[in-house]
């Protein structure tokens, strides 16, 4: 059957899956932030986990991406990559990146804004270790975000590394891929409303290191 085509600028939903008011918002975000989280992983979604992060040059030019969150807490937001990536170089030139979790499911969004820095050797290696071999390979193999001849060399690369670290085998990790971890500055909570009139309540860090809670019109 022919489909017929759908007119994006008539779709609309209306929210009402949940509120956020101010009496009910932890005055800590780390801890609303865990709560949303922990709602996230128990629902349906299939990549709870998944957050966007935003980067931008020197000169302010922002690029954005998918990556997967791995800890998070009053110490920061640690994601995992290659430290030569585009993310990376951005980040070596301005430290400023913003993340962005979007629940549809909950009707949720979270937006927080802050400063990259790499977590130590050490906690790198650690997480390196605790991936799946097949993970380790790609880390090694794949010179993220330069252009390559084809997928053909890709997995020729792979699959020369397979022969030289068998399964089991230890795979040090490659001096370009670790972690960063992002220490918020900033964080937004976004709860959809009915008619759009959503929820949003910010947490802004004040220079005595304590967090203040404004509510921000939808
Ligand atoms: C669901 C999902 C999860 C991803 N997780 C990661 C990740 O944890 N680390 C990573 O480097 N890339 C991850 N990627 C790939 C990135 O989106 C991106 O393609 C890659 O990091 C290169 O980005 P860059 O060229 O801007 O540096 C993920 C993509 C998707 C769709």
Not at 56 to 72: C, D, F, I, N, Y
Not at 85 to 94: L, M, T, V
Not at 97 to 117: K, M, P, S, T
Request: hydrophobic content about 35%; some cysteine.
């Amino acid at each position: 059957m022919p489909h017929l085509p759908i007119n994006i600028s008539d779709l609309r939903r209306d929210y009402s899956a949940a509120a956020l008011s101010e009496d009910e918002i932890a005055p800590n975000p780390f801890v609303q932030f865990d709560q949303w989280l922990q709602q996230a992983l128990q629902s349906e979604l299939s990549e709870p986990t998944a957050m966007f992060v935003a980067t931008a040059t020197a000169q302010g030019a922002p690029s954005l991406r998918t990556v997967l969150l791995k800890e998070h807490g009053e110490a920061g937001f640690v994601f995992y990559t290659n430290y030569s990536s585009r993310k990376g170089r951005q980040i070596a030139e301005n430290s400023q990146v913003a993340l962005l979790f979007y629940w549809d499911v909950l009707e949720r969004q979270i937006r927080i804004e802050g400063n990259a820095q790499r977590v130590s050797p050490l906690a790198s290696d650690a997480y390196f270790d605790s991936r799946p071999h097949t993970s380790r390979l790609g880390a090694v193999a794949s010179p993220q975000s330069q252009i390559i001849e084809s997928r053909t060399e890709l997995e020729k690369k792979i699959s020369e590394l397979s022969q030289q670290y068998p399964d089991g085998c230890h795979i040090e990790r490659p001096s370009h891929w670790g972690g960063y971890v992002v220490r918020p500055q900033l964080f937004e909570f976004w709860q959809g409303r009915p008619s759009r009139l959503h929820d949003r309540l910010q947490y802004s860090l004040q220079p005595d290191g304590l967090w203040r809670i404004e509510r921000l019109a939808p």
